[in-house]
């Protein structure tokens, strides 16, 4: 079992920052490194969308269209944690952020049913 707990989320002003950490925890049988990760976002009315995928050793990210060159996924594969850095953010950019974690080889189209741990989330409302 992989525990994730997601911190940083916040009000923020359209065209603003925000920096999204999600702590594991160490007690897994299996070492973070072992899993891939991603970032998802779940808006009131709309299905849970995927937006950054980074490989178990952080070599390999993968982004959707919708977010692609404003967020970068990193992972601190030491220190058990995942990030999502964002900049420009847009309103739409409004919902609940969750990480999860992926088992080996799996996850990176970013479809949440490949995903095998998740955190609780936490909500970035971007004001315009």
């Known amino acids: 079992q992989l525990h994730l707990v997601e911190s940083g989320g916040a009000v923020v002003q359209s065209g603003g920052s925000l920096r999204l950490s999600c702590a594991a925890s160490?007690?897994?049988?299996?070492?973070?490194?072992?899993?891939?990760a991603g970032w998802f976002r779940q808006a009131p009315g709309r299905e849970r969308e995927g937006l950054g995928f980074?490989?178990?050793?952080?070599?390999?990210?993968n982004y959707a269209d919708s977010v692609k060159g404003r967020f970068t996924i990193s992972r601190d594969n030491a220190k058990n944690y995942i990030y999502l850095q964002m900049i420009s953010l847009k309103p739409e950019d409004t919902g609940v952020y969750y990480c999860?974690?992926?088992?080996?080889?799996?996850?990176?189209?970013?479809?949440?049913?490949?995903?095998?741990?998740w955190g609780q989330g936490t909500q970035v409302t971007v004001s315009s």
């Open positions: 999860a974690a992926a088992w080996r080889g799996k996850g990176r189209n970013l479809m949440p049913s490949d995903y095998d741990f």
């Open positions: 160490a007690a897994s049988r299996w070492p973070l490194d072992q899993y891939a």
């Open positions: 980074i490989s178990s050793s952080g070599e390999s990210t």
